[in-house]
C-alpha cells in the first residue's frame, strides 16, 4: 500500500469516528495526545505552563479546538503561521421537544442545521451522535460523547405512484421527520403502558422531583432516551440534556475503478480539518524540529462555520484573537535567544506593549475549506479558465469582492511553500514527487460566490490570510466525493507551511 492510500485509510478512520464537532475536536485531541501535546486551559494562567519548545491544545465548548507549538527561538511579538478550519457540517439536529406520532408511526422533530442538500438525507439510514449532561452521584455535571451507531431513523420519500413531480420538492417542516418506528411496537416494548416516564415517576405523585422543564422522556421518544442512557452508561434518569445531530450510519470508503475516490460525508470540512492536524503533528516529528523556530505554529478548528461563525466557538468570537494575544507576551526561553531578524520591540523583552500588534502584522493564516472541483455534468457552471480536478492538488480561491481573503504576495508565499513540500518523515517512501501542485479557482461572473472565515478573520486581525481547500464535488451533500491523493497534497502542503514560514515570510516585502 503506498503512502497516498495510507494517509487516505486513516483519515477515512477519523471521518468515521467524527460525526459531530465534539467527536471531532476528541478525534484531533486523540492524535495531538499521541504526538505529546499537553492540555491546557482558557480559565488558567499560561505563564508557568506554556514555554518555547513546548506543545499545547486548548478546547472551547468541547467543539473547537486550537493547537500549537512554541519555537525556541520564541520571542514575543514573533510572527504565528495559522491554519483555521471547521468542524461543523450540514445536519439535521434533534429539537429540544422531538417527541412525535402520526397514522402509527413514531416520528422525531429535525431542525435543519446550515445550508444541506436536504433531498439526500432522504431514504438515508441514519444515526444519532452528539453530548449528553449526565448529572453524577456528587452533583457535578460532565457531559459525554455519543454515538449510536445503528441505523434507528430514515427519513421515507414519497413513492412515485402518488406524487409525479417532475422537481422533487418537500416542505422542511413537516415533510423532513424521519420515523423511529411503529408506534404499536413500542407500545408493546413498554408492556402496553405508555404513560410512565422512563425515570419511574407517576404524575402526581407527591414526592417526584420538580422539574423546571419537562422531563427527557416526555420532551422525547422514551426509548431515544433510553438509547442514549445507554451509549453514556448511565441511567436515564441521570440524563439532563442533550445535543444530539443525525448521520449517515454508511462509512467513509475508498471508490472509483482505480481506487482514487473517497465517498463520505462530511468532507466539507473534516479534509481540511484532518489535513491541518496531523500536518501540525508530522511537522513536529523530528525532536530538533523547534531548536531552531523563531514563530509558533498553530492551528485553529473552529465550530459554526456553516451558519455565520457568530458564537462563542465560532471563528468570529474572541478565540484566536484571545489565543494570540496571550501567545504574543509569551517572554523567551532564557536558553537560547530569538532569532534577531524578529527582534522588534523597543528595548527589552519586559516591553510588550505592542507584542499584539507586532505578532498580527508578521503572521500569516490559511483560511482551509474544501474547495469545488469541476463536475463533469454541469461543466457550464464553471468560469472557463478555472475548473480545479481532484487529485491535482490543492485549490487557491480568489474573488474579487473578497469572498475570499487571497491576495498576490499570500500567493507567491504560498507557492514557495508548495515547491519545498517534501514527503513527511514518518513517509518509508515517497509516493508522490517533491513539490506540491496547487490550482487556482474564481466564479463566474453570473455565479454566487461562497465565503469562509478567511475574510471574517483576516478583518479583525489585520494578518495576512490565504483561502484554499482540497477539491471535492458534492458539497453539503449528505455523501460527497474527494480525491485519494489530496489528503497527501493537503498534509504535505501545509506541513511545508509550518516549516518553512519563518524562512519565507521576511522575504516577501510589501509593507
Request: net charge negative; hydrophobic share 40%; charged share 25%.
Amino acid at each position: 500500500m503506498n503512502n497516498s492510500r495510507k494517509r487516505a485509510e486513516d483519515f477515512l478512520s477519523f471521518l468515521n469516528a467524527s460525526p459531530t464537532p465534539f467527536h471531532t475536536v476528541q478525534s484531533a485531541k486523540q492524535r495531538l495526545m499521541k504526538a505529546g501535546f499537553m492540555e491546557i486551559k482558557e480559565r488558567d494562567a499560561w505563564a508557568s505552563t506554556v514555554q518555547p519548545g513546548g506543545k499545547y491544545y486548548l478546547t472551547r465548548n468541547a467543539s473547537s479546538i486550537v493547537a500549537f507549538a512554541v519555537g525556541k527561538k520564541w520571542k514575543s511579538g514573533n510572527p504565528i503561521a495559522m491554519i483555521g478550519a471547521h468542524t461543523d457540517s450540514p445536519c439535521l439536529r434533534i429539537k429540544p421537544v422531538s417527541k412525535k406520532q402520526s397514522d402509527g408511526f413514531l416520528q422525531v422533530g429535525v431542525e435543519t442545521y446550515g445550508g444541506g442538500l436536504w433531498h439526500t438525507w432522504f431514504d438515508r439510514d441514519l444515526g444519532i451522535a452528539g453530548r449528553a449532561m449526565i448529572k453524577t452521584d456528587d452533583g457535578h455535571f460532565i457531559q459525554k460523547l455519543i454515538k449510536i451507531d445503528k441505523p434507528i431513523l430514515r427519513v421515507p420519500t414519497l413513492a412515485i405512484h402518488l406524487d409525479r413531480q417532475e422537481t422533487f420538492t418537500f416542505n422542511k417542516e413537516t415533510q423532513l421527520f424521519p420515523i423511529a418506528g411503529l408506534a404499536a411496537a413500542e407500545l408493546n416494548r413498554q408492556g402496553g403502558n405508555n404513560d410512565t416516564p422512563v425515570d419511574g415517576a407517576k404524575d402526581g405523585e407527591a414526592d417526584a422531583p420538580f422539574h423546571p422543564l419537562k422531563a427527557l422522556a416526555e420532551r422525547h421518544h422514551p426509548y431515544i432516551v433510553e438509547l442514549i442512557a445507554n451509549e453514556a452508561g448511565v441511567k436515564p434518569a441521570e440524563l439532563v440534556d442533550f445535543e444530539m445531530v443525525l448521520y449517515d450510519t454508511q462509512k467513509a470508503c475508498i471508490g472509483g475503478i482505480n481506487d482514487e475516490l473517497i465517498f463520505s460525508a462530511r468532507l466539507d470540512n473534516l479534509g481540511m480539518s484532518f489535513c491541518s492536524t496531523m500536518a501540525l503533528i508530522e511537522s513536529l516529528a523530528s525532536s530538533a524540529a523547534l531548536d531552531k523556530e523563531p514563530s509558533i505554529r498553530l492551528i485553529s478548528l473552529f465550530d459554526h462555520e456553516e451558519i455565520g461563525s457568530q458564537t462563542a466557538q465560532g471563528a468570529d468570537s474572541n478565540l484566536l484573537p484571545a489565543v494570540i494575544r496571550r501567545l504574543s507576551v509569551l517572554p523567551s526561553s532564557s536558553e537560547a535567544d530569538s532569532d534577531r531578524s524578529y527582534d522588534k520591540l523597543a528595548s527589552s523583552e519586559s516591553d510588550v506593549s505592542t507584542a499584539y500588534e507586532q505578532t498580527l502584522s508578521s503572521s500569516f493564516l490559511i483560511s482551509a475549506d474544501m474547495a469545488h472541483s469541476v463536475h463533469p455534468n454541469y461543466p457550464a457552471k464553471y468560469e472557463s479558465d478555472h475548473r480545479p480536478e481532484m487529485n491535482k492538488g490543492t485549490v487557491i480561491k480568489i474573488n474579487a469582492n473578497a469572498r475570499y481573503a487571497t491576495n498576490s504576495p499570500g500567493i507567491v508565499l504560498l507557492q514557495e511553500i508548495a515547491r519545498r513540500a517534501q514527503s513527511s518523515p514518518v513517509d518509508t517512501e515517497q509516493s508522490l514527487s517533491r513539490g506540491v501542485p496547487l490550482q487556482l479557482f474564481v466564479v463566474r461572473n453570473d455565479s454566487s460566490c461562497g465565503s469562509t472565515i478567511g475574510p471574517m478573520l483576516s478583518a479583525a486581525l489585520g494578518a495576512r490570510t490565504l483561502d484554499l481547500g482540497n477539491p471535492q464535488l458534492s458539497m453539503h451533500s449528505i455523501r460527497e466525493t474527494g480525491g485519494v491523493y489530496d489528503v497527501e497534497y493537503g498534509i504535505r502542503l501545509f506541513a511545508s507551511f509550518f516549516e518553512h514560514f519563518s524562512e519565507l515570510e521576511r522575504k516577501i516585502q510589501v509593507d
